[in-house]
């Protein structure tokens, strides 16, 4: 037995130990490549033997000293082969000729170099000196003389390791030994350093190395980085030897041998558990003879050493440990016992030897998991088999109630899964987790079938009708996962039809989940089998919502089959139809093949709202789009909605770049080439100008562009073809008709203040004394009157606008403007009409109000220009400008109102400072550039004059004043009037295209102003048919009936005029040619 437990042997930890050993003694690369390496193997082998006489070189051919990558070269101890001046150059590889030499063991050339010249220092590849290549390649003849010629055995290469740390680990006593001899090597060097050569020595495991360093002075207790023994690096490698001998040394030199064996590393652990990991059971015991303890846990996972033995199938270990008082059932972290670390690893000998010895075979960890639980997720059936043998309860779940073969489903072990089938399955069968799923729940949900298959050949009767904490079947998750393997078996048992109408609590069957998880494949098998495609669940979503709502195209191409009824026009409890669902969610695809399978693009959910105004509201630009460039979009564009706001008005407010694509459709293009005479291009306006029978008769589209600003649609060829035409029709007529009136009343209004102020004297004495000239001019008789009627006519006018406009009315500044305007106009020209009217008002009121109102004319007739082409531009470019310099002004006048009071404080002695208002207007006025320097301040001070009759000086702070003054020049007259120069002119091309906008919004403001106020027609009429119907229409005369009818009428008429009229051009046009060809004499 004895002999069995030596040689039993962990095939994971032995592998484990090696390669951890492999990779810390291989920190530095080999320097030889494979073609050095048989040279040094078999010094006759190669291109060339080892030994050469060399010929007598030239001089470009002493530079070999730098070998190549393919050969290696061979140094003589002749000295006309060496150059110092490249003797210690690196080749490619980042090797010196003395390198070369060492990896050779070429003796003779090592000396020849040193002699003439070579660094014994030098640092090549990862900063490995010739001493470092020495070592690795165990020359030690070549060492001993490298250590004569003072080359350094502690200088560090890259990874910070020293030629004796590296012989060290090696384990070349004799390399060692000759360093060691050094007079450079003494204890404070060697315990120098995070590794020192010790803890080299250490992980090597020569115990001849390890006693050299002891009797050299290395420190047993100093450790790795500070935080690992000498001790537990041993441990790791196994080196029994090493850890002897340290153990030996700790027992003379430290006053407790036990709490140097039980020192831990960075993670708590301590050389027995380093051991117990590596499965070596003689360190074992020397560790636990010299008092380690066996039950120490680490500070990570809280493991003991019987945990670690256990984990890795020592089996042993796990003996020797229980022999010296291990506790069998400690725990770790997660509260697992030995029993639970062989059980999860399937190492079924321990397994047996802890339950002999007593271990708790129901032992539960943080998880509630046993150790038969933990076995069979981890598919250890050899441990599964000994701890049913024991009595391990078969029934037993954890904490989320999940039993054996929940877990054996779970984690897909099908070969566990029949082996607890043939153990008590009834019960198994039964039992539920915590969300009451059965074992059938579980498997169905899986993407193969087998395990459900299994399971299917024992269910019992009633077994797939148990329903989980969601009220699901097992079909209902395998619907829902999409596993179509599953579904097949499971439509191959009884009621299988039955149980695809079974819903869930939110009312979804089996087919809904399949839909609603873009599961095609699984929903056509569903519905081959009997699935209902109008069940709807509790939010009204048939199998079809699901589908859209998802985005699955294929799963709403596989429920639209022809052969199936359909669904289309299916609404759920909101009245949405999947329509509505696929521009709610922004699948496009999936709408544009519900249009062509028919579906109601009018239909409105409870809100009203079509699938436009739901891909509106949602701002989905992909769908909007996809169904604005289908057919059948006019037959959503056309439709009448209930609020009376059109599909195009939320288009052009929310999505302006479907607005364009619904403008780019409604124009056609003759098949013509455009230099053809009959080319012609046709515009469909009504999506702009809708008919009053589509319930938007007050809709105007490109009023609506024009409130949010939208330059591009205003700049569309449609909707300049409408703004031209409505033009043609009404705007012009009226707005040059307009214009006209005003610019008579404005010659009227400025020839009656003129002749009125002719006859007219003011007195300086009082304002309201005045002598008048007796002046019997018809004129000035008549025309009092004439303005009155202009008046009356335009608040008769401004009472209608505020009649359909309401407040729109006073949210435009143009009509406060002018009311304020023609107020100021009857105050004063009323007194001129009645003598009763004079005593209202004063003369200065009734002189200022004239004033003013003739001014404020002026200024509205020069507004009028707006609406006119490229005149209006530029008139709206300086309104533009104004405002600019209204705000930035605005900004500023902070600073002016302090440079006011200022000056009106300096030099308040004259007359352009001595009140505040007048001080203010000199700043302005000095601000363009009118200063008076030397009027101001120049001749009041350099002749030191006072104001008269006082002594008081007209500057009586000349320093201060001449101070603020020209930091006023400065700061306001070049500054801020070159930064307004610069608002105005600099950026003319901004306020040019602003201008431009804003005139093509004064433009359709215009036309939408006038065909609210005087009824415009829709988009019907031709412009003829409209002035006919404007001049013809008489409040009260007709129905509107009749009107339509008489319109009606005039088409045909005009229609058939105009075909008179071609065929009088046409026989006018022959006659033509008849008498060119008798002039001519041409002959028929």
Known sequence: MSCIIRNYTSPVLSSRGTQRSTLSASKVRPWFDNEGLELISNPGSGNGSRRQTPTSPTEAEIKPFKPTKSSLQHFSADASLLNTGDINALDDEGLSALHRAIRLDDQEGVMSLLDHGADVNISGTSGHTPLHAAVRFERSTIVKLLLQRRANPLKENENHATPLCLAAQKGLTEITRLMLDDSRVGPSAINKGDIT???????????????????????IT?????????????????????????????????????????????????????????????????????????????????????????KYGHLAVVELLILNGAVIDARNGRLRTPLHCAAEFNHGRIVELLLEIGADVEARDTAEMTPFLLAVTHAASHSVQVLLDNGADKTAVDSSLNSCLHLAISYCKTEMVKILLGKDKDKLLQLKDKNLNTVFHLAAGKKGSEILEILLREKEKGSLCQRDAKDRLALHIAAEKGSIHCVEALSRCPGFSFHTQQADEKGRTPLHLAASNKHAETCRVLLKNGAEVF??????????HHAVEAGSLQTVQVLLDCRLPSTLERVDLNNNTPLHIACMHNHPDILCFLLDRGANVTAKNKRNMTCLDVAIEWEASEVATTLMRHPRCEEVLIYSPDDGVCSMDKLIEKLPNVAEIVLDNCITYSPLPPSHVDFSVKFYLIPLDPYTKYG????????????????????????????????????????????????VF????????????????????????????????????????IIIVFLVLQLIKELVQMFWLRLLYFTDLTNLFELIMFAFVWIFTLPSVSESCSSLFTTATRWSAGVLGLFMSYISLTLYFRRFGGLGLYVTMYVEVLFTFVKVISTFMIALTGYAFVFFILLKEQG???????????ILVMMVGELDYTDILVEHVVNNQTVPGTSFPYVPLPRLTFALFLVFILMVSIVLVNLLVGLAVGDIESIQRTASLRALIDQVFLVDTIMKSVLLAGSDL???????????????????????????????????????????TVEAQGRLLQAMADRLRILE
């Open 222 to 310: 100093c450790k790795v980085f500070g935080t690992t023994p000498a001790l537990t690096f041993a441990a790791w490698q196994g080196h029994e030897e090493a850890c002897q001998l340290i153990i030996e040394k700790a027992s003379i030199k430290l006053p407790s041998l036990i709490d140097f064996v039980n020192e831990r590393d960075e993670e708590g652990k301590t050389a027995l558990q380093k051991a117990c990991v590596g499965g070596y059971e003689g360190l074992v015991d020397l560790l636990i003879r010299n008092g380690a303890d066996s039950n120490a846990v680490d500070w990570v996972e809280c493991m003991s050493p019987l945990h670690l033995a256990a």
């Open 535 to 544: 069940q709807m669940d509790l939010r009204g979503f048939t199998a079809l």
């Open 1022 to 1064: 031709s412009a003829r048919e409209f002035m006919e119907l404007l001049l013809s229409r008489k409040s009260g005369s007709t129905t509107p009936a009749e009107e339509w009818r008489q319109i009606e009428l005039a088409r045909e008429e005009t229609q058939g005029e105009s075909i008179r009229n071609l065929q009088a």
């Open 197 to 219: 050569p010790f803890h080299c020595a250490c992980l090597g495991g020569n115990p001849e190395v390890c006693a050299l360093l002891f009797d050299s002075g290395a420190d």
């Open 912 to 922: 352009n400072f001595s009140d505040f208002w007048f001080s203010t207007a000199k």
């Open 746 to 785: 404005v010659v009227l209004f400025s020839s009656f203040i003129v002749k009125e102020r002719e006859k007219v004297k003011l007195s300086h004495s009082s304002k309201n004394e005045i002598t008048i000239v007796e002046d019997n001019d018809s004129f000035l008789n008549q025309t009092p009157w």
């Open 696 to 743: 938007c008769s007050n809709y105007f589209g490109p009023a609506c562009m024009a409130k949010h600003r939208r330059e591009k649609l205003l700049n569309h060829n449609v909707t300049q073809a409408l703004l031209r035409w409505k033009w043609m029709v009404l705007g012009k007529f009226v707005t040059f008709f307009n214009a006209l009136v005003f610019a």
